[in-house]
């Protein structure tokens, strides 16, 4: 099966290709995240992507979009619904219209390794997608491997970030620490 599989960074992508391998599935990585911001972020996590699939022998696709002011555009009236109303639709989306487009029959993400993701929500966006562009998402929920591929990639000294890719993100996980110290 030919398989596209969006891909956020090195370190997510450990669990979901090494599993994927063990079905004797080889995923294209792709890669599209015009909402990892500030520009230095989101040059670390390609070039470390980069690296890493060079690495392992797997092929690679560069989307490039550093896309700061569509992204803040197209967030700042929803920003706690962000991720399931811009960032799942304009990242997936962008992976399905080229899987169509290029003759892949599947597409995942490697989003479905994290459990600070919104999984049913990144589910149905997948689905909608698969739907709409007559090719098949292939879900498999990753979560089970996370810790697993983090320390992997830990070993190997590869770049692992502290937040999820966008500035609130970014935001959000400074929050939650300053609350938790003060408990």
Excluded at 46 to 74: M, S
Excluded at 80 to 86: D, I, P, S
């Amino acid at each position: 099966m030919k398989v596209l599989m969006h891909t956020c960074c090195a370190p997510c992508s450990i669990y979901c290709i090494d599993s994927l391998r063990a079905e004797n599935i080889e995923p294209t990585l792709f890669w599209y995240n015009p909402n990892i911001h500030p520009y230095i972020e989101y040059k670390t996590r390609r070039d470390c992507l980069k690296e890493y699939a060079e690495t392992i022998g797997a092929k690679l696709i560069l989307q490039e979009e550093y896309g700061l002011d569509e992204f803040c555009q197209n967030v700042v009236g929803d920003l706690k619904n962000r991720c399931v109303n811009y960032c799942y639709p304009k990242r997936l989306g962008e992976t399905v219209r080229y899987a169509a487009e290029n003759g892949y029959e599947a597409f995942t993400t490697t989003l479905l390794v994290s459990p600070y993701q919104k999984h049913a929500e990144l589910q149905k966006v997948c689905e909608k997608l698969a739907k709409e562009a007559g090719i098949q998402f292939l879900y498999r929920d990753f979560r089970v491997g996370f810790r697993a591929g983090q320390e992997k990639a830990r070993t190997l000294g590869l770049y692992r970030q502290k937040y999820c890719g966008c500035i609130f993100s970014e935001e959000d996980r400074y929050k939650k620490q300053i609350t938790r110290k003060k408990h």
